[in-house]
């Protein structure tokens, strides 16, 4: 909200009476604070942060504060102290994340292999549900066709396709019953 009001040129003392205390000391050394942000690292972020440093002070309503501008620098540089923090909390967690997850991201050779036997199974079992079976449930689950699109494509009405699909839906999760048990 102030800097809406700070563009608009209404703080000018004259036709909207600024406001005391903390929050006009704040609006008064506005730009200083946002040199101060960009001087320690805050970047595109100081902005945003001087936006926090605002609700800070607004909710906080820290009555008489014997000097405004040393406090409101103070509170900037514990916004900026939050915000490293956070930074590093998640860099730190990105980082656990990434270690932990690594052996999923690349997979061993077994793994490969046993991956492409699955797959080939599945096509196996896909193409021995018929030609338009197959057909339905490709151009559906893999091209994203719709199924009033794929009874179009294949001549057939969309309850033959939705006929279709049940089967194949029906096989394919005995497949996978039968592969979780073993």
Known sequence: MERDVEREGLIDGADVPQPAGIEGVYLANRPAL???LRARGAGDAAEDLLQEIWLRITASRPGPVPAPLAYLYRVAN???IDRHRSLSQAARRDADWSETHAEQAQPSPENDIAARQEAAQLLHLVDGLGPRVAAALRRHRIDGL???EVAAELGVSISTIESDLRTAYRVLLAWKERRDEA
């Open 146 to 148: 719709s199924q009033r």
């Open 34 to 36: 946002l040199r101060f």
């Open 78 to 80: 514990n916004v900026m």
